[in-house]
């Protein structure tokens, strides 16, 4: 099982900067991938940024040019460099974990527990 801990989020000011941290802890064989993602209230949960293992990153159009993923895989920890940020970025940011518990096994997604991030205009 993997368990996922999310810190930072909160408000911040339009144009302002945030950093997202996610670490995984547990027992599995491997984490795969992590990433973010959001979800604004009446909408559904989107993908904001993801990073493999091997260090491939995709982003969601609205961000790309303000929003940096980066992974620790030492520390089995996910970041998310949040600038120039937007009212629209208002949301509860995910983080989420593509893990395998034996070689052979299929990967399973985890989830953290979620935090609320605020822009104000």
């Known amino acids: 099982q993997v368990q996922l801990v999310q810190s930072g989020g909160g408000l911040v000011q339009a144009g302002g900067s945030l950093v997202l941290s996610c670490a995984a802890s547990g027992t599995f064989f491997s984490i795969d991938a992590m990433g973010w993602y959001r979800q604004a209230p009446g909408k559904q949960r989107g993908v904001v940024a993801t990073?493999?293992?091997?260090?491939?990153?995709n982003y969601a159009d609205s961000v790309v040019g303000r929003f940096t993923i980066s992974l620790d895989s030492a520390k089995n920890t996910v970041y998310l460099q949040m600038n120039s940020a937007k009212p629209e970025d208002t949301a509860v940011y995910y983080c989420n974990a593509l893990s395998k518990q034996r070689s052979y096994q299929t990967a399973t997604n985890y989830w953290g527990q979620g935090t609320q991030v605020t822009v104000s205009s």
């Open positions: 990073v493999t293992k091997g260090g491939s990153t």
